[in-house]
């Protein structure tokens, strides 16, 4: 069997990687000219873990294990809740890993080979009885046996597919950044910080480096002049070490993005085409699930193309067994955005309270729809 991906991102690798393992042939293709990360620190849960491992992708999770206390905080530091990483992974089986992107993608590159043809942007796709073809908008084409969709929120396969799904902006931007920071000088402070309308992220990566994310509501397209004049004002009266992460973060290492998620597809499958991560299911990063569920996608998309001889039918089960779970993060996401990003005065309150109230075993059993899953 040969296979077309689209995209070469951390989902178009990894399906890679599945398909080589099952001995199928594999080309990707990627309409940036080189390779790229984009993006900052990428937080793997045990689901998406044990299947990197089962893939034998050891060499692309080697990032710095969160094995303290990631609690949730006030603007102040009070501590609302807190959830100890070393329950999660015993609970699971796996550890919570945080790496940055451009380092899971450079060990997928390493294992896969030069299957990936950059500069290849997908214009249509045609398919008929002897396979799918894919045309680019350089004048040239390919065929295989299926075509994967792995080209992001904005997919260009899915528009074709179904041309009336869209994104929708969450009513809040994020910013994120990576810079180096003695560990030690964030003490206890690890996990996230809520205030009204807007949060903060503390997460850590090897070599003495920090990944932070932030986000305020704010409309959609509506990128502030200055990134750091507006981080200050946002945070700049936080607890340590928010202020002092963001001065040290020069302004070109801020990178800035609205936060929307797809709403759940009818299909992701159309004949011998099949999308995948953000393409059929974009979600919120309020779960850290994002290339956690993508990673699981490749893992049973290379179950199931290796099992049955039929590519048709071996899609369609692909999407049986994968679109349930998805829907449910991206809907379970949202709702958590939500609460985060809460403004009213009385209800940042209520919601505060709340979250005292609740056992730290309890919140680790919240995470059981999703991280018990193994496949």
């Given at each position: 069997m040969k296979a077309i991906i689209i995209g070469g991102g951390v989902g178009g690798l990894t399906t890679a990687l599945a398909l080589q393992n099952n001995n199928i042939d594999v080309t990707v293709y990627e309409q940036s000219p080189t390779a790229r990360a984009d993006g900052a620190g990428l937080a793997l849960?045990?689901?998406?873990?044990?299947?990197?491992?089962?893939?034998?992708?050891?060499?692309?999770?080697?990032?710095?294990?969160?094995?303290?206390?990631?609690?949730?905080h006030r603007w102040d530091g009070t501590t609302i809740s807190a959830l100890d990483a070393r329950?999660?992974?015993?609970?699971?089986?796996?550890?919570?890993?945080?790496?940055?992107r451009e380092e899971i993608m450079r060990g997928l590159l390493a294992q896969i080979g030069g299957v990936v043809h950059y500069g290849k942007r997908i214009a249509s796709y045609q398919q008929d009885a002897d396979g799918i073809h894919a045309l680019f908008a350089d004048g040239t084409?390919?065929?295989?046996?299926?075509?994967?969709?792995?080209?992001?929120?904005?997919?260009?396969?899915r528009a074709q597919m179904n041309a009336d799904a869209q994104p929708v902006y969450q009513g809040y931007a994020a910013w994120r950044g990576v810079v180096p920071f003695a560990h030690a000088q964030v003490g206890s402070m690890w996990g996230e910080t809520w205030g009204r309308g807007a949060r903060f992220g503390i997460v850590p990566l090897s070599s003495e480096r920090l990944y932070w994310f932030a986000t305020a509501n704010r409309p959609a397209h509506t990128p502030p002049a200055n990134h750091k004049a507006e981080l200050r004002r946002l945070f700049g009266a936080w607890h340590a070490p928010i202020p002092a992460l963001l001065e040290?973060?020069?302004?070109?290492?801020?990178?800035?993005?609205?936060?929307?998620?797809?709403?759940?597809?009818?299909?992701?499958?159309?004949?011998?085409?099949?999308?995948?991560?953000?393409?059929?299911?974009?979600?919120?990063?309020?779960?850290?699930?994002?290339?956690?569920?993508?990673i699981e996608d490749a893992f049973v998309l290379g179950q199931v193309l290796t099992r049955r001889s039929d590519p048709i039918q071996?899609?369609?089960?692909?999407?049986a067994r994968r679109m349930p779970l998805a829907r449910q993060v991206v809907l379970r996401s949202r709702t958590i955005g939500r609460i985060g990003q809460l403004e009213n005065p009385l209800l940042v309150a209520l919601r505060d309270a709340f979250m005292r109230t609740i056992p730290d075993q309890l919140t680790a059993r919240q995470f059981d729809f999703v991280l018990r899953k193994t496949y």
């Open positions: 849960w045990p689901n998406a873990v044990r299947a990197l491992q089962q893939l034998g992708a050891h060499a692309a999770i080697t990032g710095s294990y969160t094995g303290g206390v990631g609690s949730i329950t999660i992974e015993q609970r699971y089986g796996a550890p919570i890993i945080v790496v940055h084409s390919a065929s295989a046996d299926v075509l994967i969709g792995a080209d992001g929120i904005r997919s260009a396969v040290a973060t020069p302004d070109a290492a801020v990178l800035y993005n609205d936060i929307g998620d797809l709403p759940p597809l009818s299909t992701w499958v159309d004949g011998r085409v099949a999308l995948l991560g953000d393409a059929a299911h974009a979600t919120t990063p309020n779960m850290g699930q994002g290339a956690c569920q993508t071996a899609l369609k089960e692909y999407q």
